[in-house]
């Protein structure tokens, strides 16, 4: 069941209907949104990935009408700009994007003013805008805007990749999408929004800063946190090495929200030490979080993959791709490292939580 402010994914016992009826008090208690806006949103019911399923079991499914769904909400999320890709990633996956609808690439039809009308469904608009003073120095010096220096390289991206795709089969190429977002360990991720306190350790803090927005990405194997205004990743823990709590707001009101903790063990400074970093996030989904955090990690502790492969092995073969083999994933990026960028508050190693 998805609005512009509230997304929630349905179990079995749930009724969309009585859902829907509750939504501007349930929008009203998880988000932010003023009394106008909880008017004006209006839910719909989409039929989408469950956020629990492994990336083992989605790497072995081959039905092709699947394979279409999921390739439909990745190309969602990413052209959304839900995913923190780099500019690079945004590129390859905007042209494999344009293979799928377009075809291949055809030198006399595909020029320059096609990609500038097509860009803007490609590449995110987080991407495509320019600052004040890079847009205002390309008019006084007549130099190409970043939009159009994108749709050339996206144009050149979409060229190489014709000739990479000679056959340009349409399932190939979705699964090539869904093969390249599958690298990355945010993929799959349900998003709750937060918000972090700044926290300087070295120097004295005169004003006070305001607390920064973030977005809380957990998906069956990995908790992220991402900057809601640089979509720069701040976090990246595997699930099974954090801790976590859980703290009902004491107070009701407009600004008193609900906690959630977590709490990671990293290596900091020059002697590697070993330091256990805690962060607060606050928050009015917190409540979401810890259960979302609570079913992926019971579901770490079991055997999931087996058991569903061999219930959907007896039920239809053809449901998995003996020969698929799980994708490389990338290795994220230090957690010692991204924890300077937050300027997080370090305590030495202690019992967990």
């Known amino acids: 069941l998805l609005g512009y402010f509230l997304e929630i994914q349905l179990k079995g016992r749930h009724k969309p209907c009585e859902l829907k009826k509750k939504w501007k008090a349930m929008v009203a208690k998880f988000t932010k949104a003023s009394v106008l806006e909880i008017e004006t949103d209006e839910p719909i019911l989409s039929f989408q990935r469950?956020?629990?399923?492994?990336i083992k079991i989605e790497e072995l499914i081959a039905q092709s009408k699947v394979v279409k769904l999921l390739y439909f909400e990745a190309v969602s999320n990413v052209n959304r700009h839900r995913y923190p890709l780099s500019e690079d990633d945004f590129l390859y996956l905007g042209a494999l994007q344009c293979l799928v609808e377009v075809g291949r690439f055809e030198t006399a039809e595909h020029n320059l003013d096609f990609m500038l009308r097509r860009v803007q469904s490609y590449i995110p608009y987080q991407i495509r805008k320019s600052t004040w003073s890079t847009a205002a120095s390309a008019k006084m010096f007549r130099?190409?805007?970043?939009?159009?220096?994108?749709?050339?390289?996206?144009?050149?991206k979409y060229k190489s990749m014709s000739d990479s795709y000679p056959t340009a089969d349409v399932s190939a190429l979705m699964m090539s999408y869904l093969k390249y977002c599958r690298h990355f360990d945010f993929y799959g991720s349900v998003f709750f929004k937060g918000?972090?306190?700044?926290?300087?350790?070295?120097?004295?803090?005169?004003?006070?800063?305001?607390?920064?927005?973030?977005?809380?990405?957990i998906n069956h194997d990995h908790f992220h946190m991402i900057d809601s205004?640089?979509?720069?990743?701040?976090?990246a823990v595997p699930l099974n090495?954090?801790?976590w709590k859980y703290c009902e707001a004491t107070k009701e009101g407009t600004h008193c929200f609900s906690s959630f903790f977590i709490e990671y063990d990293c290596e900091e400074g020059v002697c590697n030490q070993k330091i256990c970093s805690q962060i607060q996030i606050y928050s009015r989904q917190?409540?979401?979080?810890?259960?979302?955090?609570?079913?992926?990690?019971?579901?770490?502790?079991?055997?999931?993959?087996?058991?569903?492969?061999?219930?959907?092995?007896?039920?239809?073969?053809?449901?998995?791709?003996?020969?698929?083999?799980?994708?490389?994933?990338k290795a994220p990026p230090a957690v010692g490292v991204l924890k300077k960028k937050m300027s997080l508050q370090s305590f030495p190693l202690c019992e967990p939580m």
Do not use: W
């Open 50 to 54: 469950n956020c629990f399923l492994p």
């Open 143 to 156: 130099t190409r805007t970043k939009a159009q220096k994108l749709a050339i390289s996206l144009r050149d």
């Open 241 to 243: 090495e954090i801790n």
């Open 286 to 329: 917190a409540a979401m979080m810890d259960a979302m955090v609570y079913r992926c990690a019971n579901n770490l502790h079991m055997d999931v993959f087996d058991k569903l492969k061999k219930a959907c092995e007896e039920a239809g073969a053809a449901t998995f791709a003996s020969e698929a083999k799980p994708a490389t994933k």
């Open 195 to 217: 918000q972090v306190e700044h926290v300087d350790q070295h120097k004295a803090v005169i004003i006070d800063r305001p607390d920064r927005n973030v977005r809380i990405g």
């Open 229 to 235: 205004i640089t979509n720069e990743i701040l976090v």
